[in-house]
């Protein structure tokens, strides 16, 4: 974690929490990199969802399947990028 990172973070912390944060970024950083991995996890399941959701609202709104599944891919793709 860098510097710079560290200063924006601690700025939110009383002096203890920043004391503490400090001296144990160690176990921070282990904690981010599982936050990590569980949010590429959700990113996927999230992108899987609106893109199923999505296709469906396109086939009842007319748009063929041959169209709506391309469609429903990039749109999830994008507001997947965007939120996560």
Same mark, same amino acid.
């Given at each position: 974690m860098k510097n710079a990172h560290l200063q924006y973070i601690i700025k939110w912390f009383d002096k203890d929490t920043a004391s503490y944060f400090t +001296?144990? *970024?160690s176990k921070v950083i282990k904690a981010l990199n599982q936050l990590?991995?569980?949010i590429d996890d959700a990113s996927d399941l999230t992108q899987?969802?609106? +893109?199923? *959701?999505?296709?469906?609202l396109l086939?009842?709104?007319g748009v063929p399947s041959t169209y709506s599944l391309s469609i429903a891919d990039a749109i999830a793709r994008t507001i997947t990028w965007l939120i996560l």
């Amino acid at each position: 974690m860098k510097n710079a990172h560290l200063q924006y973070i601690i700025k939110w912390f009383d002096k203890d929490t920043a004391s503490y944060f400090t +001296k144990n *970024k160690s176990k921070v950083i282990k904690a981010l990199n599982q936050l990590e991995d569980w949010i590429d996890d959700a990113s996927d399941l999230t992108q899987s969802t609106i +893109k199923t *959701k999505l296709n469906s609202l396109l086939r009842s709104a007319g748009v063929p399947s041959t169209y709506s599944l391309s469609i429903a891919d990039a749109i999830a793709r994008t507001i997947t990028w965007l939120i996560l």
